[in-house]
T-cell receptor, first 112, second 115 residues
Framework: KQEVTQIPAALSVPEGENLVLNCSFT??????LQWFRQDPGKGLTSLLL???SQREQTSGRLNASLDKSSGRSTLYIAASQPGDSATYLC???????????WGAGTKLIIKP | EAQVTQNPRYLITVTGKKLTVTCSQN?????MSWYRQDPGLGLRQIYY???????DKGDVPEGYKVSRKEKRNFPLILESPSPNQTSLYFC??????????????FGPGTRLTVL
């Protein structure tokens, strides 16, 4: 059964730094991997979706990579800003296409 | 504006008092789902619906009911809430049934506390 893990659970860095968030999964037979951002009181927002045939996907200062063989994905945030403070979640398919399996998230704090 | 709305956003109730959390989407999506989120755990799916009158259990359905009488609405019903149902609840919708392959849109969440 697919399991998704995100380490660390929390991360605090000074503004301006580049940083990497990690996501690992146990079953490499995935269709895609998705990264979400969660802001308190605002629900979840989809950031990036990487298809299994892709190695990376970029949106602005965000770059997500996918290595299926090692069961890992990373979310790279360049030149971090206080507005990037949020919880970042990754999710991928489970045994059914009707279901996503979620990591517990990394709470990111960017200090001004 | 395309959105998923949930009501109420915050709710404090007592054990055994029936409650309903409403969810509505204006995107004409076929697929809707309910999740709960607890500290240290990922989102866990409670129930999902593939279309009107078609619902199925997710990973943690015990203690919950749902209905899908209209395409846009997917209420979550707790017939007899218990303290272990204290959680943050999210409703989501998608144009595709294969949510592992396509984007889902999420509501803002409902924080429920059962005393």
């Amino acid at each position: 059964k697919q399991e998704v893990t995100q380490i660390p659970a929390a991360l605090s860095v000074p503004e301006g730094e580049n940083l990497v968030l990690n996501c690992s999964f146990t079953d490499s037979a995935i269709y895609n991997l998705q990264w979400f951002r969660q802001d308190p009181g605002k629900g979840l927002t989809s950031l990036l979706l990487i298809q299994s045939s892709q190695r990376e996907q970029t949106s602005g200062r965000l770059n997500a990579s996918l290595d299926k063989s090692s069961g890992r994905s990373t979310l790279y945030i360049a030149a971090s800003q206080p507005g990037d403070s949020a919880t970042y979640l990754c999710a991928t398919g489970g045994d059914s296409n009707y279901q996503l399996i979620w990591g517990a998230g990394t709470k990111l704090i960017i200090k001004p | 504006e395309a959105q998923v709305t949930q009501n109420p956003r915050y709710l404090i109730t007592v054990t055994g008092k029936k409650l309903t959390v409403t969810c509505s989407q204006n995107m004409n999506h076929e697929y809707m789902s309910w999740y709960r989120q607890d500290p240290g755990l990922g989102l866990r799916q409670i129930y999902y619906s593939m279309n009107v009158e078609v619902t199925d259990k997710g990973d943690v359905p015990e203690g919950y009911k749902v209905s899908r009488k209209e395409k846009r609405n997917f209420p979550l019903i707790l017939e007899s809430p218990s303290p272990n149902q204290t959680s943050l609840y999210f409703c989501a919708s998608s144009s595709s049934l294969a949510v592992a392959r396509n984007e889902q849109f999420f509501g803002p969440g409902t924080r429920l506390t059962v005393l």
